[in-house]
C-alpha cells in the first residue's frame, strides 16, 4: 500500500516533465525570434550578441511596415466587427426560431472552418474576375470575413440559452419588441462572448496571409509586408515585428481567457 504514493508521485514528475517538454518544443522557436530582435548584428544568427534596441527604432521608422501594419488594423477591426455582427446575427436567429432545415443550416455556416484558406483565396479571386473586380484591401476583409464568421457564429450559439430565452419571453410578454429585446437584454448579456469573439477574429485576421496574399495588390497587410522581407534574407528588423505580432496576440488571447472563463466563475 506505502508504493502507491510513490507510483502517484512518479506519474506526476512524468507528466510535468512531458508537459515541459511540450511546452520548450512549442515555444523554444518564439524564443529564439524574441531574443534575436535584440541582436546588436546584421544577421539574427548565433552567437548573440546584443542587446540593442536599434531594430525596433528601424521599425517604426519604416514607412512600408507601418502601410502595412495601417492596413492590418483597418482590415482586423472591420473583418471582426462585421463576423461578429452577422455571426450574432445567424446565431440568435437559429437558437430562438424553430424552422425546417435548420440544423441543416447550421451545418453550412459553420462549413467554411473545414475549407482552407488557399480554397478561400482562389475563389475570391474567381469571383473577382466574374465582377470585372480587381485585387484591394476590401476583398481581404470580405475574405476574412469568410473565414471568421462560422467562429464568431459557434462562440455566440453556445451562449444563447435557456435562461436568457426565458428572460426574453417576459420581456416580450410586458411589451418589448425584438429590437428592443436584442439591444437591451439579449446583448448585454452575452457581451463578453461577444467580445472574446471579436478579439479571436482580430488575432486570426492579424495573421492571416494566403487570402491576403492573393487578394491584394498594392495595399498588402502586414503579414504579406513581412513574406516580402523575408526573401531578401533574414534580418532582426523582421524578428523585430514577428515579436510585436506574439505579443499582441497572446495579450488578445489573454484577453478572451479573462472574459470567457471569469463569466462561467460568476
Avoid at 23 to 30: E, G, N
Avoid at 197 to 213: N, P
Avoid at 219 to 224: A, E, I, K, S
Wanted: net charge positive.
Amino acid at each position: 500500500m506505502a508504493s502507491v504514493p510513490l507510483l502517484r508521485r512518479a506519474g506526476n514528475v512524468v507528466a510535468f516533465g512531458y508537459l515541459t517538454l511540450g511546452y520548450v518544443f512549442i515555444f523554444l522557436p518564439v524564443a529564439v525570434l524574441i531574443l534575436f530582435s535584440f541582436q546588436d548584428g546584421a544577421l539574427p544568427v548565433p552567437p548573440f550578441k546584443g542587446p540593442t534596441l536599434v531594430w525596433y527604432e528601424r521599425l517604426f521608422a519604416n514607412d512600408r511596415l507601418m502601410d502595412g501594419l495601417f492596413n492590418s488594423l483597418i482590415v482586423g477591426l472591420g473583418s471582426s466587427a462585421l463576423s461578429v455582427m452577422l455571426g450574432f446575427l445567424a446565431a440568435y436567429g437559429l437558437a430562438r426560431y424553430e424552422f425546417r432545415g435548420r440544423s441543416a443550416l447550421q451545418a453550412i455556416i459553420l462549413l467554411p472552418l473545414a475549407v482552407s484558406y488557399l480554397l478561400v483565396g482562389m475563389g475570391l479571386l474567381v469571383g473577382l474576375s466574374a465582377f470585372g473586380l480587381g485585387p484591394s484591401l476590401p476583398m481581404v476583409v470580405v475574405g476574412h470575413v469568410v473565414i471568421n464568421m462560422p467562429l464568431a457564429f459557434a462562440i455566440c450559439l453556445g451562449q444563447l440559452g435557456e435562461h436568457q430565452r426565458k428572460i426574453e419571453w417576459a420581456a416580450r410578454d410586458l411589451g418589448a419588441s425584438t429590437f428592443r429585446i436584442l439591444t437591451t437584454i439579449t446583448v448585454p448579456m452575452i457581451a463578453p462572448a461577444l467580445i472574446a469573439a471579436f478579439c479571436l477574429c482580430f488575432t486570426l485576421s492579424w495573421d492571416e496571409f494566403l487570402i491576403a496574399y492573393l487578394v491584394t495588390r498594392f495595399d498588402v497587410t502586414l503579414p504579406v509586408v513581412i513574406w516580402s522581407m523575408l526573401r531578401g534574407g533574414l534580418n532582426p528588423q523582421t524578428n523585430a515585428v514577428g515579436s510585436l505580432i506574439f505579443v499582441c496576440s497572446i495579450v488578445l488571447v489573454a484577453a478572451v481567457e479573462a472574459l470567457l472563463f471569469g463569466k462561467r466563475r460568476r
